[in-house]
């Protein structure tokens, strides 16, 4: 199994970034795909997770609400601020059932990939 994220980059406050995670020997039927990403000097911390035939968001973290939207295997990011620095990671693993925060723990992904680098400054 690979993943690769993609799409990162530089972007000012106030712009968007749709970053793209790409997946090879995995069967995305009933697949869940997290979204990662970790700051400077910070822990990695679970951002978004979602499934990924039907789009059903599952958790978001706090910071992201309202600005960030999986779809698929893409993260449309949109309202950047400074504070969203950081590298980004995509992570899946099959699963089926109810599902909640538990899928924004670090743990919980079989897979992940490298991340991309996202730099929002002015």
């Known amino acids: 199994v690979q993943l690769q994220a993609s799409g990162g980059g530089q972007v000012q406050p106030g712009g968007s970034l749709r970053l793209s995670c790409a997946v090879s020997?995995?069967?995305?039927?009933?697949?869940?795909v997290g979204w990662f990403r970790q700051a400077p000097g910070k822990e990695r911390e679970g951002i978004s997770c979602?499934?990924?035939r039907h789009g059903r968001i599952y958790s978001q973290a706090d910071s992201v609400q309202g600005r960030f939207t999986p779809s698929t295997l893409h993260l449309q990011m949109n309202s950047l601020k400074p504070e969203d620095t950081g590298v980004y990671y995509c992570?899946?693993?099959?699963?089926?059932?109810?599902?909640?925060?538990?899928?924004?723990?670090?743990?919980?992904?079989?897979?992940w990939g490298p991340g991309t680098l996202v730099t929002v400054s002015s």
């Open positions: 979602s499934h990924v």
């Open positions: 020997g995995f069967t995305l039927e009933n697949a869940i």
């Open positions: 992570a899946i693993r099959t699963y089926l059932g109810s599902l909640g925060s538990e899928c924004l723990s670090k743990s919980w992904y079989a897979y």
